[in-house]
């Protein structure tokens, strides 16, 4: 599985941002696909995620201004950010675990993206 995140850019704090992941592949629908973000200087950090059965799961920094969601048919996982916050900027990863139904650390995960930076200006 190649897996390729786009949609990062520079946006105010309090604006809204639209990650995608596009993932080759005939067997994307089997997958958890999970969203991390990496800060300067910081550890990579479990963001959230969505199961094969489309049930999503959150750190609790971005619960209700997070939201991931999934199309199979696009075999595509977006990460959708509301009300960013500067604390928010990272380079996200998009990254797909086989076995992993509410994966939530790196190691469970097999497959990743290359990152997109996201920028949130306070």
């Known amino acids: 599985v190649q897996l390729q995140a786009s949609g990062g850019g520079l946006v105010q704090a309090g604006g809204s941002l639209r990650l995608s992941c596009a993932a080759s592949?005939?067997?994307?629908?089997?997958?958890?696909m999970g969203w991390f973000r990496q800060a300067p200087g910081k550890e990579r950090e479990f963001v959230g995620g969505i199961t094969s059965g489309a049930y999503t799961y959150y750190v609790d920094s971005v619960k209700g201004r997070f939201t991931i969601s999934r199309d199979n048919a696009k075999n595509t996982v977006y990460l959708q950010m509301n009300s960013l916050k500067f604390e928010d900027t990272a380079v996200y990863y998009c990254?797909?675990?086989?076995?992993?139904?509410?994966?939530?650390?790196?190691?469970?995960?097999?497959?990743w993206g290359q990152g997109t930076l996201v920028t949130v200006s306070s």
């Open positions: 990254a797909a675990a086989r076995d992993g139904s509410w994966a939530q650390f790196p190691g469970e995960y097999d497959y």
């Open positions: 592949g005939r067997t994307f629908s089997r997958y958890t």
